[in-house]
């Protein structure tokens, strides 16, 4: 076994928009900091989902980073919704502009880590071990791939591809009789484009999710310019949002709204497009009437655009409230199956039997297939750190922590693991929010923690059992508040895994409220955290 014992104040795992943000912070602040990445490159998110049609679904000028305003006034996005490449291309400018991977290094896959002699011993898959004072796990929120243990899968003859593992050299379809798996929002995003280069397309579909069409354009250089000199108050309007975006609800709640207003108000969200509509009224991720009212004329769009009423009505959900598992957005995903060369299946009516050497087997019928595409999201929020699963001083493993369901303070520490933070993981808004404020919020946090622990001779940071269980219960309250918890296949909930617990894991609080919270731990000389030395003192 290899042991290469690097000292260094922080260690950051990951290499994404959160990771980069981290490294940056630390060094900035003279601490020494090191980055270690699983992919050959940075880019996190934006590295390993190259499949065709990946985009981001929040604006990109709102999902990028704030924290420089010349960097911010310097790059220039060329669509309201940036394709993958130009967000790698975005993250791999802010490394090179802030000069971050003389901090990293890369290809390193960490497998364990475990807090002894009052610093993390980081083990990684190739046999070194890493020492750090503190450890940023940057490690993402929708970063392990989820593989579904389906019976024969490993027996297939053909190209097997994940959305989340999408090859550098894309692959070409052109010709090929395609299976897809999986309907969430990458499966949704790649389906029109799959479609128009497969001779066959099948869609497999677990459970059906609402998408609502993407009106992405290139910007003109006019609303370039505009974009710049308005950055700032988009920033403001961003800062203490619901959602960490400058966009709001109606003004008045659903219910209380005429039906020609109402159906105003819906038309004008759907062609905005996107996640937005998910958020028309104050009151549609709370009241069920209210939600039954955007619910109802999304459905009538799908019948609208969908020529067999069969496949329409397959592909409406209809057992969730509208927004309470990830709207997923998309460029012509329900027109998609008016081509003759497409072709959906409902694995609720006929579940898959088998996947063989050539096929697909329901237990119906047999799809024959030369490529596979497994677009079946990822053990979210918790998968990434269960996975290298942390021990604490008294031996105490994150897994058995967090048996009853992730417990966390404010979403970012761990009762048991001092000196460890996570970033967008359960407990905080994360996938609820623009994950780049978001991130940067909770990076902010976290060093000015460290710093100031630092400044008064400490150094030893960790939740109190008690404070993380009341920051966990009221996550769990707020959820309650909610429509949230009324989508049983969320993988908001872990339902996506099997033998997952079931607990719903973002805070539905929304970001702007979230951040108080974190400031007023922070003003209160952050209570509910013990600061401590290594020697107890
Ligand atoms: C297709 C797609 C589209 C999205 N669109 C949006 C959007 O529009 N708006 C939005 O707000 N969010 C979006 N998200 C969520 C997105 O994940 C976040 O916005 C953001 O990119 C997360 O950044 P991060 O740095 O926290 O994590 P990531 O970008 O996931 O980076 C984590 C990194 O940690 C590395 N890592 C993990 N475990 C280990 C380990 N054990 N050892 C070494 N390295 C490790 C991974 O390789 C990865 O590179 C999208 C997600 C996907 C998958």
């Given at each position: ?9 922080v ?10 943000y981290?490294?940056h ?98 083990r ?5 071990t ?32 994940f ?46 999710n ?72 104050p ?22 655009i ?42 609720r ?76 993981g ?65 993988w ?14 973002p ?31």
């Amino acid at each position: 076994m290899t042991r290469t014992m690097v000292d260094v104040d922080v260690m950051v795992i990951g290499a994404g928009f959160a990771g980069l943000y981290a490294v940056h912070r630390a060094a900035s602040a003279g601490l020494s900091a090191l980055g270690v990445e699983a992919a050959p490159d940075v880019g996190g998110t934006w590295y390993w989902n190259r499949y065709p049609g990946a985009r981001c679904d929040v604006e990109s000028v709102d999902y990028s980073y704030s924290f420089d305003d010349d960097l911010q006034q310097s790059w220039t996005w060329t669509e309201r919704f940036a394709a993958q490449p130009e967000i790698l291309a975005y993250l791999q400018h802010v490394a090179d502009r802030f000069d971050l991977r003389r901090h990293y290094q890369f290809g390193v896959d960490v497998v364990a880590a475990s807090f002894e002699g009052g610093c993390w011993q980081v083990r990684t898959a190739a046999g070194q071990t890493y020492a750090a004072q503190f450890l940023v796990c940057a490690t993402g929120c929708l970063s392990a791939v989820n593989r579904p243990d389906i019976p024969g899968a490993g027996e297939f003859a053909g190209q097997v591809y994940f959305t989340a593992a999408w090859p550098r050299e894309d692959p070409d379809l052109r010709g090929k009789r395609v299976g897809l798996i999986g309907t969430g929002s990458s499966g949704i995003q790649a389906v029109p484009i799959i479609a128009r280069d497969a001779d066959q397309l099948v869609v497999f579909q677990r459970s059906a999710n609402y998408s609502v069409p993407m009106p992405n354009r290139p910007w003109s250089p006019e609303e370039q310019r505009q974009i710049r000199e308005r950055y700032p108050e988009r920033r403001r309007l961003s800062a203490y949002a619901s959602a960490g975006t400058p966009h709001g609800t109606y003004a008045k709640n659903a219910v209380d709204t005429d039906p020609w207003e109402r159906a105003d108000a819906l038309w004008k969200r759907w062609r905005e497009g996107g996640v937005l509509f998910a958020k028309t009224f104050p009151d549609q991720n709370s009241d069920p009437a209210a939600n039954d009212i955007a619910r109802v004329f999304a459905e009538e769009r799908i019948r609208e655009i969908v020529d067999d009423p069969a496949v329409a009505a397959d592909l409406i959900p209809g057992d969730h409230p509208i927004g309470s598992k990830r709207i997923c957005t998309d460029a012509g995903y329900y027109a998609t199956f008016n081509r003759g060369n497409v072709r959906l299946v409902n694995l609720r009516r006929e579940p898959i039997d088998a996947i063989t050497a050539d096929d697909v087997r329901t237990i119906n019928a047999t799809y024959p297939c030369d490529v596979l595409i497994f677009a079946t999201g990822f053990d979210a929020l918790t998968g990434a750190l269960t996975r290298i699963d942390p021990t604490g001083p008294g031996g105490e493993r994150l897994r058995d922590i967090w048996a009853g369901g992730p417990v966390t303070f404010l979403g970012l520490m761990i009762p048991g693991l001092p000196n460890l933070f996570s970033i967008s993981g359960p407990g905080s808004p994360s996938v609820l929010a623009n994950m780049v404020v978001h991130a940067e919020v909770q990076v902010d946090w976290v060093m000015d923690l460290i710093l100031a622990a630092r400044a008064r001779g400490l150094d030893e940071v960790e939740p109190r059992a008690d404070a993380a269980r009341a920051w966990t219960d009221h996550v769990a309250h707020a959820a309650e508040q909610t429509l949230f918890t009324k989508a049983a296949s969320s993988w908001y909930l872990g339902a996506n895994i099997d033998g997952k617990k079931r607990t719903f894991m973002p805070y539905t609080g929304g970001f702007g409220t979230y951040r108080r919270h974190c400031e007023l731990i922070a003003r209160t000389g952050y209570a509910g955290l013990v600061l401590t030395t290594h020697t107890g003192h």
